[in-house]
């Protein structure tokens, strides 16, 4: 742990003393209209480069360059005309450039209004290209996500993520309007394979946290809504690494009335899960291929296509595994497992959408979606494993010093099995509209859902400890554990709307958005109806004009969609409830200078009330429902980001976040030394992470800015955990914290300044990275979860499920 530390303090000193050392090339000047009005938040960019910065709210910028190259920089603006300009600047220069942007008078597209209403309201907005850049075993949004306040992840072998004290289920996800779904089965990172969100395909992101607006749907915790490109002209990329390759494509034909982009994903953790303890022939292959289709039949009327295939097979036939846990300061043990058997899981998952859009004026959109998904999961294994736990000698003086020694603490062995087979179809159909003049913003929006899903479950769990874990029957027979074994036939309608309003006005005080809203749902199989209404209010002072105020809060229901109707033993329960969460979110945003560079501050804080909710149990990323509404709750916590230019012409940021979580389950009780029976209380919800910081940092030699370097830094204190032998409390104890630090360093080989013959290939490649990436730097092992094992003296041990160790990854990323 010392030398990593050590080794990574040299890197980063060396680095930033060559930064300091270097000369600053810098072009600086101001953005402005006709009007002589400041503009900001114009985007300022290199072509070819993920360099860039945006205007303050003085219309002033810096960007810092390569000297003695010749660049394209690049002005755009929402609602203005792209203008770009080629300069070349010698080493030490400072120029001045004052650029006039000119209003556009056509309609703008779809995503662009979107991503006016999003920098006036609460939502995060993050650059899709840094993607690409943040190193770290799974490259996409969702890794970026990870280093958002609010948000917390305890696996880098998972897409998956909590927020605010959420589990994986409470979370929304829109692509292009579209709602997607995961896998139903999966129970480890392992198994997961791509997430949905192409990243190559991304234009737009934007996050929330809570206290979203009511357009979107019934999940309690966050919603993340991604808007694909629309294609001006033919482009690509590319990208290779040791672990994933990907190829996308893009275009706009039939002068431009028809668009398309077209992305195909292969991955393998083949490479990744062979630094985990358990060691054995690991065959995991994912593969992802999706289109966006799109055709204007004139000004007014587009029809475009989203489609989707999935397949993701998981083989493993596991070894030998052998896991050390204690310290020098306490006593060590060694756990040895020997495996015969094999996992063998199938994911195969599809998605189809149309979407009927028109626009007879500026200002309104009429749009009509239909989509269908389905989801085909195999999960087969039968493992075995006879297992050792031993001493480990830790006297220095000792010749058997790391070694097993004595007799052993405990002995058994266990089988797993499992024949699952899940199939679910999701169809729906839904009208949105939207009306919007200069200062006020109509939406709504009715949908209708159909649901069928068939689950067939049949798994068990035997674990003989020597004789001191096996439940038996009094006439002596074995009895298995964890027994599933149902099949479940189900279908269920849905039908859901909103209506929203936004108006903006301004007073001697300053500017207000103020939004307002109501959902309502109905779902057939409890026949329950339920009303959701939430309101946001913004407002920029006068007195302050570089700070936002925002409050919004409301009703959010989620009603169950099949895993939180089914129990441990695979019943369903007709009479399960939509859980409830009254939300309220103050926040605030300042931005501001720092050594002439732009800066923002964003705080949050949140108060959430939970009524009728359904208790559960988080093993890695596997989540089981007790099916029934009988607990109540509440989160609460602080959410803060510092971002901007750290590096000129680069962003970068920190976020920290500070929650608490708990919930009181009915008829939870322990007894006491007189057999009373005493309610337990507030006890922590699984997700009950109290502290989060994460960093996303970036830098490149301004001499020389085709070498850059990317760290991301994770720490997320431990969730709590409820070992067998708890008797009194649910949860009482906490697992170690998961820190993982994953840094890489990238060289430019094809930019801007390259030149290439007209015969030679490359001439086609505008750009072209090379960069090599260290993952979990410091090589520190993170638990994941827990296996537990009794000794001779009736004892439990916990054995640590550690994640993935030290990596070297080697990728190619070239667009053209």
Known sequence: MRQSFTILLFVLSGWVSFSLYSQNTIIEGFVKDYNELPLEFVNVAIQGTTMGTTTRADGSFSLRVAPEVKHTVIFAYLGYEQRRFEVELS?????????????????????????????????????????????????????????????????????????????????????????????????????????????????????????????????????????????????????????????????????????????????????????????????????????????????????????????????FRPERRETRFGSVFEEVRQFTVLFEGQERDLFLTALGALSLNYQPEEGQKFQLITSVFQTDETENFDIKGRYLLERVETSLGSSEFGQPVGTPLGAGSFHNHARNYLNAIVWNIEHKGEIATQDNTLKWGVKYQYEDIYDRLSEWTMVDSAGYALPR????????????????????????????????????????????????????????????????????????????????????HQPPFYKELRDFQGNLNPDIKAQESRQIVLGAEYNMQFWDRPFKYTGEIYYKQFKNLIPYELDNVRIRYYANNNAKGYGTGIDMKLNGEFVPGVESWASLSVMQTREIIEGTYYLDSEGNQVPLGYMPRPTDQRFAFSIFFQDFLPRNPTYKVNLALIYGSGLPISPPSSQKFRNPVYMPPYRRVDIGFSKELIGTQSSFGDRNPLRHINSMWIAAEVFNLLEINNTISYLWIKDVSNDYYAIPNFLTSRLINIKLIAEF
């Not at 979107?114 to 939502?123: G, L, M, P, V």
């Not at 290779?240 to 292969?266: C, N, P, Q, W």
């Not at 108006?503 to 409890?526: D, K, L, P, Q």
């Not at 026949?527 to 009703?555: C, D, E, F, I």
């Open 473 to 556: 029957h009094p006439a002596d027979f074995i009895l298995l554990q964890d027994t599933v074994n149902t099949q479940i036939f189900m279908q269920s309608s849905r039908i859901s709307g909103f209506v929203q309003n936004s108006w903006e006005f301004g007073s001697n005080h300053g500017r207000y958005i103020f939004t307002a809203g109501v959902r309502s749902n109905y779902w057939s199989y409890n026949n329950q109806w339920l009303v959701s209404p939430r309101a946001t209010l913004l407002y920029k002072p006068v007195w302050a004009p570089r700070m936002v105020l925002r409050a919004s809060g409301g009703l959010y």
């Open 91 to 315: 080493a030490g220069e400072k120029r001045n450039m004052n650029v006039y942007l000119t209003p556009l008078s056509t309609t703008l597209p779809d995503v662009e209004v979107t991503d006016k209403q999003i920098i006036s309201s609460q939502y995060i907005k993050i650059d899709p290209r840094l993607a690409t850049l943040i190193p770290g075993p799974g490259s996409g949004v969702e890794n970026l996500l990870k280093t958002m306040p609010g948000v917390s992840s305890s696996s880098e072998l998972s897409s998956q993520y909590s927020v605010r004290g959420g589990n994986f289920d409470e979370n929304l996800v829109y692509v292009n309007g579209i709602e997607i779904y995961r896998p139903f089965l999966v129970r480890s990172g392992q198994q997961e394979g791509l997430s949905f969100v192409n990243s190559n395909l991304v234009s737009s992101i934007s996050f929330s946290a809570g206290g979203f607006d009511a357009q979107y749907g019934d999940k309690m915790a966050s919603v993340l809504d991604i808007t694909y490109k629309t294609p001006t002209e033919f482009r690509g990329s590319f990208y290779m690494s040791l672990l994933e390759g990907s190829l996308h494509i893009e275009d706009a034909l039939a002068d431009k009335r028809l668009t398309y982009l077209f992305g195909v994903r292969h991955k393998s953790n083949q490479y990744l899960l062979g630094t985990l303890d358990t060691q054995g022939d690991y065959k995991p292959e994912f593969t992802d291929v999706q289109t966006l289709v799109n055709y204007s039949f004139n000004c007014e009327w587009d029809l475009s296509f989203l489609g989707n295939y999935s397949r993701n097979q998981y083989l």
